[in-house]
């Protein structure tokens, strides 16, 4: 008499344990899923930006080789006036030499950004002290510096992909852990339907195992706030 009634208040115990853990399970549940969710909008966001960021970066990029190309047609054309100013210079064509200074005048003052006359500057400077032609080009850093932006804006949009990618990998995590906690609820919700204690300690262990398993998983994945 008395191993039967112990043998109901455990099995009564055990229900219980099974009553709490599946309310646990399910709300883990829910909280697994909605983070999911969370993940995958964040990562459609990213991949958003990401493509955005890198429309911006490609089209600066194309700005970039527009204005490098301007810059060195108006380069090669002051360059080309520089040698017939020497030729006018060594024939003494005083009105030749006046009208090619006056061309060349004209092109610095009113086509030539800042960025281009330094670099120009440096390379009359360059050639003067090496006595040979040097082009403003050859300058370090000055070719690489027409696409900065674009460089900027391509190097952003990697971040925002890779930022993305890591939201995907987070939302599909969760996607295990919410798999691993409808098992959990499934073996759980089987367990009455045991009559043999032996039968419902087994599937309440494994069920346990499951849960904080899940769980400790969960909780490594970061957390995302709407």
Same mark, same amino acid.
């Given at each position: ?86 030729? =006018? @210079?060594?024939?003494?064509?005083? /009105? ?7 061309? *060349?005048?004209?092109? !610095? %003052?009113?086509?030539?950004? =800042? @960025?281009?006359?330094?670099?120009? /500057? ?7 002290? *090496?006595?040979?032609? !040097? %082009?403003?080009?050859d300058k370090?850093g000055f070719?690489?510096?027409y696409f ?79």
């Amino acid at each position: 008499m008395s191993d039967g009634k112990t043998g109901k208040t455990r099995a009564e115990f055990i229900e219980f344990i099974v009553v709490i853990l599946l309310g646990i399970t399910a709300v883990a549940t829910a909280w697994s899923a909605w983070q999911g969710g969370l993940h995958g909008s964040q990562m459609d966001q990213k991949y958003t930006k990401s493509n955005n960021l890198a429309s911006e970066g490609n089209s600066e990029y194309n700005a970039g080789i527009q204005t490098l190309t301007q810059d060195m047609m108006l380069y090669n054309e002051i360059n080309s006036l520089m040698i017939d100013q020497l030729f =006018a @210079e060594s024939k003494g064509d005083k /009105d030749e030499l006046e009208k090619i200074e006056w061309k *060349i005048d004209e092109l !610095v %003052s009113g086509n030539m950004s =800042a @960025e281009l006359g330094e670099a120009f /500057d440096w390379a009359m400077a360059e050639t003067e002290r *090496i006595g040979g032609s !040097v %082009s403003p080009f050859d300058k370090e850093g000055f070719v690489e510096s027409y696409f900065e932006t674009a460089n900027e804006l391509l190097a952003a949009s990697e971040e925002m992909l890779e930022a993305g990618n890591a939201n995907n990998t987070h939302g599909d995590n969760q996607g295990l852990v919410s798999v691993i906690y409808a098992v959990v609820l499934f073996l759980l919700g089987i367990s009455s339907s045991f009559n043999g204690l032996r039968e419902k300690y087994i599937l309440l262990v494994v069920s346990c195992v499951g849960f904080v398993g899940a769980t400790v998983f969960m909780l490594t994945i970061p957390i995302v706030l709407p």
